[in-house]
T-cell receptor
């Protein structure tokens, strides 16, 4: 079974530039998550999709971050414009959902450095 | 609100035991445990659900005290491969059938030969 795919793996941009990350979840997984992990901290949920609908985006800085999951499969997270404090690893995860609690499968992440 | 993990770091010799604790100020439906090695993605270890159900690896054991809103992960006869940072993720609610997790700050475990 193929795992969660993410690209790119690394990205270096200057502040005020824009960047986009892509995620392809495990086939058949209805729920997709985007997390931000700052060095030395636990993952912080940015947005959660159930199929192609947003379940929770309460911690997404909506003035600069946006995300979409067209057709309920792969997803894109965008930052525009980027700030220095956005430097982090962006993790995508997916899980099967049917009303219970299920393990999340994480992708390798995208390490973003904003200079 | 973010759960609190303790200790923040622990160093063991191979074969020794360790306990990692996770405490929340909110009522919990579930507690998830993940291990992350440096530069890699978090890997699922175990889920503990309200009511006593558990799902996870056979060699990993954990407890979930619903009344105290606490969970502990038990690593016995530690191996070098157990090294990494352990995160608990607490799930206070289920939204539209999906579990939202809030992760702790992590516990760094180092196993020396």
């Amino acid at each position: 079974e193929a795992g969660v795919a993410q690209s790119p793996r690394y990205k270096i941009i200057e502040k005020r530039q824009s960047v986009a990350f892509w995620c392809n979840p495990i086939s058949g997984h209805a729920t997709l998550y985007w997390y931000q992990q700052i060095l030395g901290q636990g993952p912080k949920l940015l947005i959660q999709f159930q199929n192609n609908g947003v379940v929770d985006d309460s911690q997404l800085p909506k003035d600069r971050f946006s995300a979409e999951r067209l057709k309920g499969v792969d997803s894109t997270l965008k930052i525009q414009p980027a700030k220095l404090e956005d430097s982090a690893v962006y993790l995508c995860a997916s899980s099967i959902t049917s009303g219970g609690a299920y393990e999340q499968y994480f992708g390798p992440g995208t390490r973003l450095t904003v200079t | 609100q973010q759960p609190v993990q303790s200790p923040q770091a622990v160093i063991l010799r191979e074969g020794e035991d360790a306990v990692i604790n996770c405490s929340s100020s909110k009522a919990l439906y579930s507690v998830h445990w993940y291990r992350q090695k440096h530069g890699e993605a978090p890997v699922f270890l175990m889920i503990l659900l309200k009511g006593g159900e558990q799902k996870g690896h056979e060699k990993i054991s954990a407890s979930f005290n619903e009344k105290k809103q606490q969970s502990s992960l038990y690593l016995t006869a530690s191996q070098l491969s157990y090294s990494g940072t352990y995160f608990c993720g607490t799930g206070p609610q289920i939204i539209q059938g999906a579990q939202k997790l809030v992760f702790g700050q992590g516990t760094r475990l180092t196993i020396n030969p």
